[in-house]
Structure formats: structure tokens, C-alpha cells
């Protein structure tokens, strides 16, 4: 049995809030062209995500 729940949720995310700059990974990908290849990090993300349950008997 689980506890009983509210019908709607509310989640906030972000992702590299201080939006800092840096490489997040290095690579040989593109060697044959004789240049490594780095990854940059994202920016900084934000977002929400909102979910409506339907309630049993309402």
C-alpha cells in the first residue's frame, strides 16, 4: 500500500546554474584531420514539469 497523494506534482530543475564555462570531455575524434576534439558543457538549463493525475472516483 502507499500513501495516499495529491492529484498534481510540481518539479524544477537546472542544470549548470552559475553557467559556467568548461570542456567536458576531451577526445581523438577527429585525429585523421590532425585536430583533437573537445566537448564544451552545456549552458545553463532550466525548466519545470507539471503532471495532473485523474483522482480514482472523482
Known sequence: MSPDRGPWSLE??????T?????????QG?????L??????????FGATYTLRNMPGA
Open 12 to 17: 524544477l530543475f537546472v542544470a549548470n546554474l
Open 36 to 45: 583533437p576534439s573537445y566537448v564544451a558543457a552545456p549552458p545553463r538549463t
Open 30 to 34: 577527429s585525429l585523421s584531420f590532425g
Open 19 to 27: 553557467n559556467t564555462r568548461y570542456v567536458r570531455d576531451l577526445g
